[in-house]
């Protein structure tokens, strides 16, 4: 299999990956089940939720001299280390939220209230997280928006779309990783060096949150002000948000104590717990990474891991599109019509987005739970979807977005009954939404 289509991890491999996740093949009833929705959020170590539960239950402050607290505090030092090795982060401060969106609010209100400039930039497939928060600090700041549109071929934002927006008074840009609805990648690299170059004191923030559990990120080669992820879509748990901010954004002024250091933007005690998580994340990925490299270097591990997993997604997504072994992929398949259908599969991270002839995106979910599988509607009605359809003209799609511990026997079960759904949609137009009691053995 070629580089762009990826390569399937063994058989026997993919047997210990499973093992590492929660309900990866049966849902919590034990019926059987694929969750194709890891893009909302995704399947749970086992390590990060135990390494939280055992933390988490330990009624010691970290903010004290005894053994116990001193016990927490090498925790957090340890996680703050692997959220910087996720990111090969340098200098800076690490933030802790309560989510990745609360964050992200808390990075453009720095800016923006704190940074001369007439304009700032977005584009129109940022999440509302982003995009709600640069409109509302434009109009608090009287900043014009500049907003990039979306290509609706690729299902991303051309680079030269978001650089001509740019100029000396642009105070922020603020982009995603890549789209939540397509799956497209974001130059990141290009878009960080068309702007500076426009503009060299420019602050970027870049939205990780669907591209970090996917390929590898590395601050070092794409230097950014600000940057966020979530764990709880990264195989981790509900309850924080990270980011990492550069040295002059994290003195900004911004809500701190004031007997802590300028660049710190953590408020009260700091939750060990969900540091553990972090480190449970990156031991695993870490532990794949092994598998492949003899390097004792924990961020290069870590490196191989992720391009691993990448290289594996991809291959899955090659399958999803084109199928294999007698099954027809998702391009094949009749009454079935793929959006954003780039042929670069190194360019698209494992989302697609389908429509089916006769059947709007709701029935379809509903028919598929039916069956044993969970996706998820993206419609115009949705506040976190309506703005990016309507830039491609869409009423609403099926989002597809199974996970590494996924393998060719899912994706091959899941286009199967995709063939069964298309086939027979007509009748499936007015369907009832199933029983919450129902099994789907």
Not at 234 to 260: D, Q, T, V
């Amino acid at each position: 299999m070629s580089s762009n289509q990826g390569q399937f991890f063994s058989s026997s491999f993919m047997e210990e990956i499973k093992a590492r996740f929660h309900w990866v093949n049966q849902d919590m009833d034990g019926c059987e089940r694929l969750f194709f929705d890891n893009a909302g959020g995704s399947f749970r170590l086992k390590a990060a939720s135990e390494a939280f539960t055992s933390i988490d239950a330990l009624p010691d402050c970290p903010e004290r001299i005894h053994e116990r607290a001193r016990y927490l505090q090498d925790i957090q030092t340890r996680g703050e280390s692997d959220i910087r090795h996720i990111l090969n982060a340098r200098g800076g401060s690490v933030y802790l939220s309560l989510t990745a969106s609360a964050a992200m609010f808390e990075m453009v209100r720095a800016v923006m209230e704190n940074t001369p400039g007439t304009n700032a930039v977005t584009t129109i497939l940022e999440h509302p997280s982003s995009f709600d928060a640069m409109k509302l600090y434009c109009e608090r700041t009287g900043k014009q928006l500049r907003v990039a549109p979306s290509n609706p071929v690729t299902g991303g934002v051309d680079v030269d779309a978001i650089v001509s927006l740019i100029d000396a008074d642009t105070a922020l840009l603020s982009v995603m990783y890549a789209s939540n609805i397509s799956g497209a990648k974001f130059d990141i690299a290009s878009i960080v060096e068309g702007v500076r170059a426009k503009n060299p004191d420019l602050f970027i923030i870049v939205d990780a949150v669907q591209h970090a559990p996917h390929a590898v990120i590395d601050l070092q080669k794409t230097p950014v002000d600000g940057i966020n992820f979530a764990p709880y879509k990264f195989f981790g748990c509900r309850g924080s948000g990270i980011a990492w901010l550069s040295k002059r954004m994290a003195e900004l002024p911004h809500h701190r104590l004031e007997a802590k250091e300028n660049g710190v933007w953590e408020l009260g005690s700091p939750a060990p717990a969900q540091f553990a998580v972090v480190s449970a994340i990156v031991d695993y990925v870490a532990w794949i990474g092994e598998q492949v490299s003899d390097s004792s270097d924990r961020r290069e591990l870590f490196v191989q891991g992720m391009q691993r997993i990448e290289s594996h997604e991809r291959a899955l997504l090659s399958m999803l599109l084109d199928g294999a072994e007698g099954q027809r992929g998702l391009r094949a398949i009749d009454g079935v019509k793929v959006f954003w259908d780039h042929a670069d599969l190194t360019e698209r991270d494992l989302i697609v987005g389908i429509g089916f002839d006769g059947l709007d995106p709701t029935a379809a979910v509903r028919e598929y739970e039916k069956r044993g599988v969970t996706v998820y509607e993206r419609i115009g009605t949705s506040p976190y979807s309506g703005r990016m359809l309507r830039s491609f003209n869409l009423e609403g799609a099926v989002r597809i977005s199974p996970l590494h511990c996924h393998e060719p026997r899912d994706v091959a079960r899941f286009l199967a009954i995709t063939e069964e759904l298309a086939s027979d949609r007509k009748k499936y137009t007015r369907s009832r939404q199933p029983s919450l009691s129902a099994c789907f053995c």
